[in-house]
T-cell receptor, first 112, second 108 residues
Framework: DAGITQSPRHKVTETGTPVTLRCHQTENHRYMYWYRQDPGHGLRLIHYSYGVKDTDKGEVSDGYSVSRSKTEDFLLTLESATSSQTSVYFC???????????FGPGTRLTVL | QKEVEQDPGPLSVPEGAIVSLNCTYSNSAFQYFMWYRQYSRKGPELLMYTYSSGNKEDGRFTAQVDKSSKYISLFIRDSQPSDSATYLCAVGAQKLVFGQGTRLTINP
């Protein structure tokens, strides 16, 4: 994985609790993305960032917020986790919107 | 209607077979086309990337784009058990939109 780490790799939590997932890159890429992957839906974009403090919503942003205070870190927060947010979450980075996205190893989140 | 449609399979073929994976898309504004390969419990990795209609070849893999029909394909020749994975098509303009992924198994 091209200098991308995600933490935690696995998490089990209860409905209603806040959860924060972290994506860290060492590639100095401008763009960072959060996706969720669910059976039958493929990868769906939650939020993305095009620079420090610059973020925008994706296709499935309801219930999620993000922050990027440093180039290398992109945080995804579930304000109040629900069972429908049980999924595998992938972070990705790219130098440009027109170039390849490199994916992290994923975080498997279970909300009970 | 989804922006990108991909048959989820699963698809199971014998070793050495030619595999054809396909996607259709609805938005003619999409400018670039990718195929990602994802092994079980791993992140996707880029396999092929093309901007234009026509064919692009890389070893045993050929990506084909037909913009007039809004149809993209990935062909795998002389398939190997190590090709067993989920294959995701992706189309993009300012953002990438992914298909559902096709789970492929190559049987020795």
């Amino acid at each position: 994985d091209a200098g991308i780490t995600q933490s935690p790799r696995h998490k089990v939590t209860e409905t209603g609790t806040p959860v924060t997932l972290r994506c860290h890159q060492t590639e100095n890429h401008r763009y960072m993305y959060w996706y969720r992957q669910d059976p039958g839906h493929g990868l769906r974009l939650i939020h993305y960032s095009y620079g420090v403090k610059d973020t925008d919503k994706g296709e499935v942003s309801d219930g999620y917020s993000v922050s990027r205070s440093k180039t290398e870190d992109f945080l995804l927060t579930l304000e109040s986790a629900t069972s429908s947010q049980t999924s595998v979450y992938f972070c990705a980075i790219s130098e440009s919107v027109l170039l390849e996205q490199f994916f992290g190893p994923g975080t498997r989140l279970t909300v009970l | 209607q989804k922006e990108v449609e991909q048959d989820p399979g699963p698809l199971s073929v014998p070793e050495g077979a030619i595999v054809s994976l396909n996607c259709t898309y609805s938005n003619s504004a999409f400018q670039y086309f990718m195929w990602y390969r994802q092994y079980s419990r791993k992140g996707p990795e880029l396999l092929m990337y093309t901007y234009s209609s026509g064919n692009k070849e890389d070893g045993r893999f050929t990506a084909q784009v037909d913009k007039s029909s809004k149809y993209i394909s990935l062909f795998i020749r002389d398939s190997q058990p190590s090709d067993s994975a989920t294959y995701l098509c992706a189309v993009g303009a300012q953002k990438l939109v992914f298909g559902q992924g096709t789970r492929l198994t190559i049987n020795p």
